[in-house]
């Protein structure tokens, strides 16, 4: 008898809200329940109650985890747009800082790729520049000695 009693505090203290409104809605439910149906004549007073009680319990132990299992996923898909938006802001800041370290005429050369839609630019010489070889830059042609194309 006594585990009995340790189970039940156990379980009551994991389960005590949705204990209680099982019971509540057990107690409603076998007040209002005509004794002449089947279920209630074939078992008996006290079942039927234990019977009412533990529907009641599954039903409300269902629609919480369904409910937690919502908020969760909510949660989840929330902090995934804000580590989205912090990622996105934290690789154009990247892109700004280099765009600001580059030298004038890299700023030109940038602008020219902007203006032609990235189409290839020829340049006399060897590249002088941090931008050609960037990880910005898709590839650098070289023809000849003379000419690059960008």
Request: hydrophobic share 45%.
């Amino acid at each position: 008898m006594e585990k009995f009693w340790e189970v039940l505090k156990v379980f009551l203290e994991k389960h005590l809200l949705p204990s209680a409104i099982s019971l509540t809605f057990a107690l409603i439910i076998v007040a209002i329940t005509p004794e002449e149906t089947m279920l209630y004549t074939r078992l008996g007073k006290n079942l039927y109650t234990v019977l009412v009680f533990c529907v009641g319990f599954i039903v409300i132990e269902a629609v919480r985890f369904i409910g937690k299992a919502i908020w969760s996923k909510r949660r989840s898909i929330i902090e995934d747009k804000q580590l989205k938006e912090l990622q996105l802001k934290r690789d154009l800041e990247d892109q700004w800082n280099f765009v600001d370290k580059l030298s004038v005429a890299e700023k030109k050369m940038l602008m020219d790729f902007l203006h032609t839609n990235n189409s290839p630019i020829t340049i006399k010489g060897l590249p002088k520049s941090n931008l050609l070889i960037s990880k910005y830059v898709i590839s650098t042609n070289m023809p000849s000695e003379e000419t690059i194309n960008a």
